[in-house]
């Protein structure tokens, strides 16, 4: 996994409430048995005029002008700007993929849904907490600058923007693996005795929870 | 020990470790793959050279892709026309074979969505932690069960280590007390419950299912129910186990048996929240005062009662809200202010994890019976949720009754719910739908979904447009 320490980058906006992951990226993408190519058909049915189809050549594809996106002013943004429970619905990981993909390191939000939330952590993406009043300060200056950035420190757990350092939480675990670029199997594994010794008791206590489905 | 809810009593008994930061080592007792979330999981544990740490723990069954015309499905996977659909199906069964994991494959009798074959099979239990790459997961939560969605990264890793990397949740009661009135399903009262905390109320916690209304409710009621905490932002939903729980699990398939059974229900006796632990949050809605529910917009939180009327924006303060509320307007072609029972309905889907299984193919049985589909609804499907559900429906004629009424009877699968097979809504069409999410395009590039009980939205296709079901 990418590691995620500090970043600076172009600030685009994603400007409504309960972006769900079928809007990230439609179902039909999802037949796909590979972890890339999902990056240009992110957000696809705001991004293109047309409907997307696995397999097609975006490039010749009708771009939606009025889609911010697709505006000159956020090109090559690497961190999002969202409003609350961002990333709600289907736990389909492509979303984070997707993102990834297109550029995107860290997405800044009120809140998120649980299981997108997880997912990004999975994939080097950062999804950043803000009080919904400083997101909406964070919006107004990103409409009013063209080319807005903002710096974010993961080892200090802030978001420098406008001269002003805005501290987010997040848990230290998955602080340690992002900054890290840790994948956490390896690292469960390192307890593998432990598994075993509940395992065996469990197999004493409730033997019904091991029951072997049957083909 | 202090008094402790049904999440709580889940949550430690499958505690390996706790760490530090306050994150555990959860065991997950039951694993249930499908074809969609799955392929990179197994291409990853492959890469790293990884075994499946309990491969008899999984069960595995295609239902995302798999066409549901008896004419696809004839020849199997060899015969799902969509070349990559095929290859997506194909992988599970050859990752499946490859590491002995039992898998239902797409014309094995047990076949099915995920979240109604897990329950039915008895391969999902009270007590369990069980998990599955799908937000819907929550389902199995009826049981008595810690269950929930996890993403591919986290697929991976259950394969791997028998276990997940969770943070407790907070715990949420949502208390219904009062008798249902007739005509309002488990489907009108979790539609009913979004509508009042949000998509976003549940975010954070694990919700019980409590009260009078949920005690007298089915167990296939409760699954609807839990089905849709997701939907409300909550990774888990869970009812605690009763003698409908017990009667329910009892001679299923993979539930134990003989002395196994009586210790295992002495054991899941216990699996109910002590009358004086403490919620994090608890909301409370009177039953009596729930009406059959109709979404209106693109969240499942715009639903309002059949009597209702389309919202205006321009009544709500908050601007993000109404940003919302016009995006949603113009999304579904409706108007402010406009009646729900004078929207048309051009399809009506009956099927999906929320609403597939034999209560509810009876319940839309019971409404067609004898009518005819309105001549201005194109098409109007019936998927079972499962062959188990398909035979039993067949056995008591019910697919006769929906082919009278001018209805398709289908195979079983997730079909037009998220629509990743043939069957899809067209742009700008509107559908009265049993399933779970009225999301921008779900069910088909441009569609207009109205999420609905099953005997809501057999009404509408007799009806043509939304009708209260009661009244019919």
């Given at each position: 996994m990418k590691s995620f320490t500090e970043h600076t980058g172009v600030v685009a906006p994603?400007?409504?409430?309960?972006?769900d992951t079928d809007l990230i990226i439609?179902?039909?993408?999802?037949?796909?048995?590979?972890?890339?190519?999902?990056g240009p058909n992110l957000f696809d049915e705001l991004r293109y005029l047309d409907k997307g189809e696995p397999g097609?050549?975006?490039?010749t594809r009708p771009i939606?002008?009025?889609?911010?996106?697709?505006f000159a002013r956020y090109k090559g943004a690497s961190i999002l700007l969202a409003r609350e429970?961002?990333?709600?619905?289907?736990?389909?990981e492509h979303a984070p993929w997707a993102l990834e993909e297109f550029g995107i390191r860290a997405v800044i939000a009120p809140s998120y849904a649980d299981i997108f939330y997880n997912n990004c952590f999975k994939n080097g993406l950062l999804p950043i907490v803000l009080d919904e009043k400083i997101v909406s300060s964070l919006f107004k200056s990103m409409y009013d600058q063209v080319g807005y950035k903002i710096t974010i420190d993961l080892q200090q757990q802030s978001v420098i923007a406008n001269g002003e350092k805005f501290a987010f939480e997040i848990d230290e675990f998955r602080k340690h693996c992002l900054l890290n670029g840790f994948d956490d199997i390896s690292l469960t594994l390192q307890e593998a005795e432990k598994i075993k010794i509940y395992e065996q008791q469990r197999r004493t206590e409730k033997p019904w929870l091991f029951g072997a489905v049957k083909a | 020990m202090s008094a402790r809810t049904l999440y709580d009593k889940l949550w430690d008994d499958h505690v390996v470790a706790q760490r530090d930061d306050g994150s555990s080592l959860l065991y997950i007792d039951r694993h249930i793959v499908h074809e969609v979330t799955s392929p990179q999981a197994f291409e990853g544990l492959r890469l790293a050279g990884r075994k499946p740490?309990?491969?008899?723990s999984v069960i595995a069954t295609p239902d995302h892709?798999?066409?549901?015309t008896a004419k696809e499905r004839a020849?199997?996977?060899?015969?799902?026309?969509d070349p990559i659909s095929k290859i997506q199906v194909k992988t599970l069964d050859d990752n499946c074979d490859e590491l002995g994991i039992v898998e239902f494959k797409?014309?094995?009798?047990?076949?099915?969505?995920v979240h109604v074959v897990g329950p039915e099979t008895g391969g999902c239990l009270p007590g369990m932690t069980i998990v599955c790459g799908?937000?819907?997961?929550?389902?199995?939560?009826?049981?008595g069960a810690l269950s929930f969605g996890i993403g591919t990264s986290e697929v991976e890793h259950v394969l791997a280590t028998q276990c997940i990397i969770a943070k407790k949740m907070k715990n949420m009661l949502v208390k219904v007390d009062g008798t249902l009135g007739e005509g309002v399903t488990a489907k009108d009262v979790v539609l009913a419950i979004i509508g009042e905390?949000?998509?976003?109320?549940?975010?954070?916690y694990a919700i019980e299912f409590g009260g009078e209304v949920f005690r007298a409710m089915s167990m296939e009621g409760r699954l609807t129910v839990c089905n849709m905490a997701i939907e409300a932002g909550a990774r888990a939903g869970m009812v605690a186990v009763d003698d409908i729980t017990i009667e329910y699990v009892n001679?299923?398939?993979?539930a134990p048996k003989g002395e196994q059974w009586h210790k295992a229900v002495d054991n899941w006796r216990k699996l109910q929240s002590d009358a004086d632990a403490v919620f994090d949050r608890i909301v409370e809605i009177?039953?009596?005062?729930i009406k059959p529910q109709v979404s209106w917009g693109t969240?499942?939180?715009m639903v309002l009662p059949i009597d209702g009327f389309v919202p205006d924006?321009?009544?709500?303060?908050?601007q993000v809200k109404a940003g919302g509320i016009r995006r949603a307007l113009d999304y579904m072609g409706l108007a402010a202010g406009?009646?729900?029972?004078?929207i048309k309905v051009d399809r009506v889907f009956i099927g999906s994890c929320t609403n597939s299984r034999i209560e509810d193919i009876r319940a839309a049985a019971q409404i067609v019976k004898g009518r005819k589909k309105a001549a201005n609804v194109k098409e109007a499907i019936v998927v079972p949720g499962s062959g188990a559900v398909k035979k039993q429906a067949e056995e008591e004629g019910l697919h006769k009754i929906f082919i009278a009424a001018d209805l398709e009877w289908r195979e079983p699968g997730?079909?037009?719910?998220?629509?990743?097979?043939?069957d899809k809504l067209g742009d700008g069409e509107h559908c009265a739908s049993t399933s779970n999410r009225n999301f921008?395009?779900?069910?088909?590039?441009?569609g207009r979904t109205h999420l609905v009980s099953p005997a809501m939205a057999a009404a509408a296709a007799i009806a043509g447009h939304f009708v209260d079901v009661r009244e019919f």
């Open positions: 994603m400007d409504r409430a309960n972006v439609p179902k039909q993408f999802l037949k796909s048995i590979k972890r890339t190519g999902f097609r050549d975006n490039s939606n002008p009025e889609f911010p996106l697709n429970n961002f990333g709600c619905g289907s736990s389909r | 740490w309990r491969a008899d892709n798999v066409p549901t020849s199997g996977v060899e015969g799902i026309e797409i014309n094995d009798p047990r076949q099915g969505i799908d937000s819907h997961t929550s389902t199995n939560g009826a049981l905390i949000g998509t976003a109320g549940g975010t954070g001679g299923r398939s993979f009177d039953g009596s005062s969240s499942p939180e924006p321009n009544t709500e303060k908050d406009q009646a729900i029972t004078d997730c079909s037009m719910c998220l629509a990743m097979n043939a921008e395009g779900r069910q088909g590039y441009g």
